[in-house]
Structures are given as C-alpha cells and as structure tokens.
C-alpha cells in the first residue's frame, strides 16, 4: 500500500472526527486537534497522532474531562492572568488565556499565565509559538510524572519536566527550543527495550540507584536528568514554579493521581512572556535586530539553532502536504469508527 | 604562620579599606564588601577576597566607575523596574532596586528589576538571596565574556552565562542554585593549565573547533556549554533576554568592549521575582509548606539540595568566624596600602 498525502485540513478534519467520535466538545477537539496536527506538518511523530490512542485511554479512565469548558480569570490589576481549564487538556485552556497574556506582557512588560487542572499531552513550542507569535519572549514549563531521579538520589521524584523559550523573529520562524530536563524521553527508553537495545550510559538508574544501561531496569528505577546536577536543579525549580507556586500537582502527586505513566499526565502550568519592545525601551539598539546578529554568528560558527529540523519539516508540508502510511490513515479510520472501544 | 581567624566585621572593615583605597565610593564599597564577605564566609574562595585585585584592575583599566552612583527608574504603571547602575558595580544597583522589585512583585504577582550599565564581578547567589529574602521565587541571569561555543560550532560566542533561582523557604537558607552553563568554569581551565593536568573529556575544544583535553588549547579555542544542545540553548537565552532583551551587552559585545578576560564584565543583569502566595491565591495547599515536602523527599532519596554545602560553611562562619591564611591576610593589608598600585 502507498504513502497518502493530505492537505493540513485534511488531517485536521480526520483527527477532529476521531476525537468527536471519543466524546470530546467543539472547542476541546478543535484546540487538541490544532497541536496533533502541527506535530505530524514539522515531522514530530511522537507529537503528533501518534497521541491519539493515549487522548482516549485518559478519556477511557477519566482522567481527563472530554466537554471541559476553561474558565479565564482576568485577575485584573495583577500581571498573573489565570485559566482554569475545568479538567480538560491544556489546549483549550492555552487559547483562551492567550490573548489576555500577550495583553498584559505588552502593558507591563512582563506577565504570566497560568493553566490550572489541565491535562497535558503535547509539546510546549505550540505554546512557546503562541507568545512569540504575539510578538513575546516566551518561557513556558510544566512537570510531568516523576519519572527522574535528582542527581545523588535513588527515587524518581522529578517529572522530565520540559523546559521551552521562544524568541520573535520578524523575518523568520521564531528561535525556539522545547527540551525534557531529563537525558532521554521515557519513550526512548520503551524503544529500546521494544528492540532489545542496552540504553547508553548516564541515561538511568536501577530500583537500588545503581547506575544501569538495562531498560527493562530503567523502567523499574529512574531515568536521569541531563547535565547532572544541574538539570536536576532546572527539574526541581520547574516541580517548584509549576507544580507548587501555581497550586497544581508536582510530578510525584501526578504520579499518585494517575496511577499509570500510559495516561496524559494532569496538573499545570507556567507560561511567562516578555515584552522586548518594553524590556528594552530606552536602550541603544533594536532587540529584534540585535537578535538577528547573534542567530546570523550562531549559524555562521557551524551551530545550529534549536527547531531547524522541525522547521524544514513544516516547510516540506506547506508545500507538499503531510505524508502519513497506509497504515496510520487505517489506523486513524479505526480509532475514528470505534471511538473509546478502539482502546482498552 | 598561622591562620587568623576574623568576624564578618573585622573582615569587612578590610575589604572596604581595600576598596575605598582605591577609589571606591561608600555606595559601591559596601555593595562590594558585602558579596566579598559572603563569599569568604561561605567558603566560596572563588567569590572572595581573591575578587580584590579584578577589582583593582578593572577601576585601573577605566572599565568601571568607581564613584558611581546607580539611579532607579520607577517606572510605573510597569512589572518592570530599571536601575541604571552608572558603569558602577552591579551590587549597588541591585541593592537599590530590590524593594521596589519586591514590592511592584508582591502586587502584581510577577515583576523584573533590569540593571543596565553594570560591572558584575560576583556569582548570582547574593542576589537570588536578596529576593527570597523578601518571601519571592527569583530567577536571576547574565551573560559573560564569549568563551562558550554553541554546541556543534567552533567559536566561542556565548559566555559562562549563570542561570540561578531560587525558592523562600521560612526555617531554613532558601534553596538556590547558581551555575554556569558552560560544562567548567574558564577559572578551571586556568588551574589545570597552571597545573599542567589535562582537562576532562567534553569541557573544551581547540581553535579549529576539534574536542581538546589541551588547557592551552582549550583557552584559545571555546569551553563547551554543560549538558550538551540543552546548555547551549540556556545559554543563548540568556543572551537574548539578559543581554538583549534589556538592552544591554551581549558576551561577544563584552569581550569586543573589555578586549580581556581579565576584567570583570560589564553588562547587564535580568532579575525575575514572583510571589509564591500570588500566584498560589485559592487554590489548595501552602505553597511554601508543599515545597518543604519535595525537599523532604529530595534529602530522603539521598540527593542534596544545591547549596548545602555553602550553607556548612555559613553555618560554621557565623559560630566560629571566618578563617584567612596569614598570607591572605598580608596579600589583603598589601592592597591595602597600594590600591591601584598593586595592580598591573
């Protein structure tokens, strides 16, 4: 069987009829679908439909509400605008503070969002895109289950708590980078247990805090955060700012919630964005053409900047469409047909 | 000869005899003394009187103020509030801006102090302290000199760039981290140079860009960020939103502007304060007692919380007073009485 190329609507309306037929709302389905959507057009598989069976499986267990409506709290005279996304998946929660957010970062320089009682299932550059697209720096965090080890430590305790900035570019995609804090995502570690694969050193421990490249004891102890203790202090200060400030879950209460690390994980979280335009008012200089310079001596060193792959992937798409197999367009039709029976 | 042991007062006393000898004002004299005094008495060595003669060095160049006097910008109706440090140390500029951060934080949940116009000599710490001193979450950074290369170029572009935060806590020091986002201190490199060891895989690489274990090599080639892409990402953020953003100095602008390494920078500086309890406003549990748990939890797995071991010798400066060699005690009493003159 053959390749299938489909326009971004294509896609869009094939996802939406999947996640309707799973009893989720108009505006929970169109902001979910909306991400899955920009995972498959910039080449993030793992972003992309690939999510879909675990949307339903959290629909399934009801740990995620499929007709939430977000509430926005403009808590005026604050720079804090809230959401509280009423159980549902942050998307729809991100939408609607969007706006109110990139309002009061232009009129106070800085201002955060925060998304209370979500579920969260994507990246965060949609997120980090969103502010940039408003002409914001953006630095947006959330935990995760506790899955990682803080260095020294033999239980997981820390989230892979990713960790995202964007930066406007007039001319351009914005610089943008969206990393776990651990040294490898949970699923890289399932992939190569799947094919029988020893993992690389420094990537996790065993049960007793051993040092283990073995993934089936990966799974059992903990994964480890990137650059030793140092991303284990990124991880906790994301466990703190997102998880405790913002009064939602930490990655160990996750964790307890769920009982599994196969559903979407529920808690918050932390979106601040930054006026450059206000930050830099008064100054010699242009930010955004400042910026420029440094991104032109970045690329000319033979570095790259974070996002180019995803980037050239979107562009292929815009062009050519999004390529799915025979296999995921067959995939998609079931889960579109059984709905919450396609998933145990 | 025998070590002599002082109080923080004794020491102070000193460390502004030096200072004023040389043409400090009393604004920038205290500011200075004080990180100089925390960082003997908390057995940062690095961060202490060792600092004196890049002091010196630095007034002698004409590359800081000595007389400087930091002006606060207000501006109202913002999250953001500005001290123009004058070309003075950043210490005086920080210390008049803080309230007024933590107080426009406290009402409007988030809020930035910008220095611009600053000559930073100390680590970041002081000033995290600062802000959880005032019951805030604080998020501090600043770029470098250009010695750092993005990962997978071959040009030091990026400085050592510190990234610190830190979270109040009411019966204990705060937590707080403070690290470079390079994988070592340059100040590492010197010693293994002096010392004529051979640097750790993955710190460095040459002129040409190749990895290097050569100290020589490595001083004229570029550090590497820590933890790989991730460090590097971190680190360019920081020049955009700590140099850029606030209209100040980026690493390459600094090492054009200084011409040396072996002058403290001048820049700018990016403080972020929240108020844990704004932010937490009707939603369950105390923050600050929620955090204690994860901390709990940390200790017990048998990690440490970064700056423990600071905390040690703070606890045991403050009881027992801070010992100095007896030659630095004669290497302090010598800039005493030549100021400037000890210095090239």
Known sequence: MDD?????????????????????????????????????????????????????????????????VPVLDLNEGSAIVKVNADGGFANAAFELGLPALAERAHKLGIAALVINDCTHFSALWPEVEGVTGAGLAGLVMCPSYATVAPT???????????????????????????????????????????????????????????????????????????????????GTMIELLAGIMIGDLTSPEVLDYLGSTALSPSHGELIVAMSPRAFAAGRPGDPFARAEVLFDAILGSGARLPSQRRYAAREKSLTDGITLTAAEIEHLDRLGELGLDAVA
């Open 152 to 234: 020294g430590g033999s239980k997981p305790l820390l989230g892979t708590n990713p960790f995202a900035f964007g930066w406007p570019r007039a001319n351009a995609l914005p610089y943008v980078f969206d990393f776990a804090t651990s040294v490898a995502a949970r699923g890289e570690i399932e992939l190569h247990r799947r094919s029988g694969k020893q993992l690389p050193d420094g990537w996790a421990i065993d049960a007793d805090g051993n040092p283990t490249t073995d993934p089936e004891a990966a799974l059992a102890g903990a994964m480890l955060p990137f650059g030793g203790h140092k991303g284990a202090a990124i």
């Open 4 to 68: 299938v190329n489909l326009s971004q609507s294509d896609l869009s309306g094939r996802v939406m009829a999947v996640l309707s037929k799973a009893g989720m709302s108009t505006v929970q389905t169109e902001a979910v679908a909306r991400v899955i959507v920009a995972g498959e057009r910039d080449g993030c598989k793992s972003h992309g439909i690939y999510r879909l069976e675990g949307v339903l499986r959290t629909i399934k267990a009801g740990k995620v509400k499929p007709d939430a």
